[in-house]
T-cell receptor, first 113, second 116 residues
């Protein structure tokens, strides 16, 4: 079955320091991978997507993620955290021929001044 | 419309009652999805429509849950004999449904259902 595992339920960083949110997926087929962000009381917003083109994907707000097939990973990074980055982040997978998205359990990013 | 619109934004009901949640997708989007997000969890897939037909309803938890999309645009999620465990945020999303736009979902703000 398709699934994603987000390795950390919470990540705390200081403003201006790098962000790393980890995600591993299980793969029986060629995956499409996404990161979505959910700010409190707001809808889910797409940060970036990987669909078998370049393995390093750049998204909005300075985030990027690298697809590593050998490690079945799709970690999200940002060089310098901003207070406005504090939110819940979801790693999401879908597979060719399957329309539904499968969400991870989420990682809450906390940013301190 | 400009985005995915969901109504009501909040619904409080009593155990055993019937509830309808409405989703108005982005104009022209042929694919429509319903997800359920319980407190502290990621969204769970319920059902996916391509046009008027339910292409995948494998996520509906039981026969109390039903969804329709009669004209290929607005969709209604219907829950009969609500239970306290149905309390969650119900999310609707739409996508263009084409190869280039497939799986790039735009989500609504959700309908928060509370069953007392």
């Amino acid at each position: 079955a398709q699934s994603v595992t987000q390795l950390d339920s919470h990540v705390s960083v200081s403003e201006g320091t790098p962000v790393l949110l980890r995600c591993n997926y299980s793969s029986s087929y060629s995956p499409s991978l996404f990161w979505y962000v959910q700010h409190p009381n707001k809808g889910l917003q797409l940060l970036l997507k990987y669909t078998s083109a370049a393995t390093l994907v750049k998204g909005i707000n300075g985030f990027e993620a690298e697809f590593k097939k050998s490690e079945t990973s799709f970690h999200l990074t940002k060089p310098s955290a901003h207070m406005s980055d504090a939110a819940e982040y979801f790693c999401v997978v879908s597979f060719t021929g399957f329309q539904k998205l499968v969400f991870g359990t989420g990682t809450r990013l906390l940013v301190s001044p | 419309g400009a985005g995915v619109s969901q109504t009501p934004s909040n619904k409080v009901t009593e155990k055993g009652k019937y509830v309808e949640l409405r989703c108005d997708p982005i104009s022209g989007h042929t694919a429509l999805y319903w997800y359920r997000q319980s407190l502290g969890q990621g969204p769970e897939f319920l059902i996916y429509f391509q046009g008027t037909g339910a292409a995948d309803d494998s996520g509906l938890p039981n026969d109390r849950f039903f969804a329709v999309r009669p004209e290929g645009s607005v969709s209604t999620l219907k829950i009969q004999r609500t239970e306290r465990g149905d309390s969650a945020v119900y999310l609707c999303a739409s996508s263009p449904g084409t190869d280039s736009g497939a799986n790039v979902l735009t989500f609504g703000a959700g309908s928060r259902l509370t069953v007392l």
